[in-house]
T-cell receptor, first 115, second 115 residues
Framework: AQSVAQPEDQVNVAEGNPLTVKCTYS??????LFWYVQYPNRGLQFLLKYITGDNLVKGSYGFEAEFNKSQTSFHLKKPSALVSDSALYFC?????????????FGTGTKLQVIP | NAGVMQNPRHLVRRRGQEARLRCSPMKGHSHVYWYRQLPEEGLKFMVY????????ESGMPKERFSAEFPKEGPSILRIQQVVRGDSAAYFC?????????????FGQGTRLTVV
């Protein structure tokens, strides 16, 4: 069964510092990987995705993520955090299972950027 | 092109009543996912549907819950005889197909409160 792990429930970082939100996955076959952000009382917004090609993927709002096949990881990063980045972040994987492509989400990581 | 539309945004039901949550996918999207999110928790997969077909309902409780995505009209998540534990935010997402390189787009959610 495919799974996604976000090992940190919460990440605190000072404004202006680099941030990393961790994600590891387990699938059979090649994964398609996604990051979403959720602001309070809102739906999820798509940030970026890895399908194939360059392991470093750039997305919205200055975020990027690095796909590491050997470590089965897809960590989200940003060089300089903003207070407005404070939100809930979800990692997701899409892969073939049981004859169709299933999407599985991690449990989410709350990012708190401290002014 | 309107995004994924969910209605109502807020729904209050008394215990024992029925709740009907609607999701209109983005134009051209034929795949719909439903997720449940409890306060301060991550997303829990409920069901994955294509037009007129349920592909995966492994996350949906066997009793009281049902979902459909008819050929015409929105997808409906129906909860019969609601209980307090059904109070949550229910999110719908749609995608154009089963291709792995397409991200899912989320609605703003329906917040169900059972009193």
């Amino acid at each position: 069964a495919q799974s996604v792990a976000q090992p940190e429930d919460q990440v605190n970082v000072a404004e202006g510092n680099p941030l990393t939100v961790k994600c590891t996955y387990s699938v059979s076959g090649n994964p398609y990987l996604f990051w979403y952000v959720q602001y309070p009382n809102r739906g999820l917004q798509f940030l970026l995705k890895y399908i194939t090609g360059d392991n470093l993927v750039k997305g919205s709002y200055g975020f990027e993520a690095e796909f590491n096949k050997s470590q089965t990881s897809f960590h989200l990063k940003k060089p300089s955090a903003l207070v407005s980045d404070s939100a809930l972040y979800f990692c997701a994987v899409r892969a073939w299972t049981g004859g169709y492509q299933k999407v599985t989400f991690g449990t989410g990581t709350k990012l708190q950027v401290i002014p | 092109n309107a995004g994924v539309m969910q209605n109502p945004r807020h729904l209050v039901r008394r215990r024992g009543q029925e709740a009907r949550l609607r999701c209109s996918p983005m134009k051209g999207h034929s795949h719909v996912y439903w997720y449940r999110q409890l306060p301060e928790e991550g997303l829990k997969f409920m069901v994955y549907l294509q037009k007129e077909n349920i592909i995966d309902e492994s996350g949906m409780p066997k009793e009281r819950f049902s979902a459909e995505f008819p050929k015409e009209g929105p997808s409906i998540l129906r909860i019969q005889q609601v209980v307090r534990g059904d109070s949550a935010a229910y999110f719908c997402a749609s995608s154009p197909g089963d291709g792995g390189n397409t991200e899912a787009f989320f609605g703003q959610g329906t917040r169900l409160t059972v009193v």
